[in-house]
């Protein structure tokens, strides 16, 4: 006997697919494919890099509570860094964290930088409050295992979050908001949390 939670899951699993598949066509098209087919792009996904003010609770988030597994990192020192307009000279500890073990994985870089000009925190009520990158989106199997492990931290959702995803959008899944040690948002996608059933 098959129970909802794996139906849903399977479900989740299959629109993923299916979401895809259509990218993969629309990306095949004749238009698409002289806009991006002679690209010089090494590689499909790309790596964010991710200045915080508490490496290690950076690292508690973003490995107990989301879910990223950390690999080998590496360092930046000497002149490199300050040429390239990295620091003002400041050496570059980089952690490492990627979503699986493809070798395509995202790669999220984590540094704390010891300066004399110390990182600030922007206070960010709403993604549209501050201009830039202001959100990353994760999605999971399990939202209820990623809302446990916050939980735990004591880590609590954003707002009226959890959500079954707006009107013409899958209504078997939703979306958490949370934000990490410094006030980034990160939005958590899967199957309906059971508070949402």
Request: with cysteine; hydrophobic share 40%; charged share 25%.
């Amino acid at each position: 006997m098959v129970d909802g939670n794996s139906r849903e899951n399977k479900r989740y699993r299959i629109m993923k697919k299916n979401i895809n598949l259509i990218f993969l066509l629309i990306l095949s098209s004749p238009f698409c494919f002289s806009l991006v087919g002679n690209s010089n792009f090494s590689k499909q996904t790309i790596d964010l890099g991710l200045v915080v003010t508490d490496l290690n609770q950076s690292l508690k988030f973003y490995k107990e509570v989301i879910g990223f597994e950390e690999i080998t990192g590496f360092e930046v020192k000497g002149s490199f860094p300050k040429k390239v307009g990295l620091t003002d000279g400041s050496h570059l500890d980089i952690h490492v964290l990627v979503l699986g073990e493809d070798e395509k994985a995202t790669k999220l870089k984590l540094m704390q930088i010891q300066s004399k000009k110390k990182a600030r925190k922007i206070k960010q009520p709403f993604i549209h409050t501050v201009a830039g990158f202001s959100y990353i989106t994760v999605f999971v199997e399990n939202v209820d295992l990623v809302w446990s492990n916050a939980r735990k931290l004591g880590v609590v959702a954003y707002a009226e979050s959890p959500q079954v995803l707006p009107a013409g959008l899958p209504q078997e899944i939703c979306l958490l908001m949370l934000k990490d040690p410094d006030g980034n948002f990160v939005e958590i996608v899967g199957p309906k949390t059971k508070s949402l059933k």
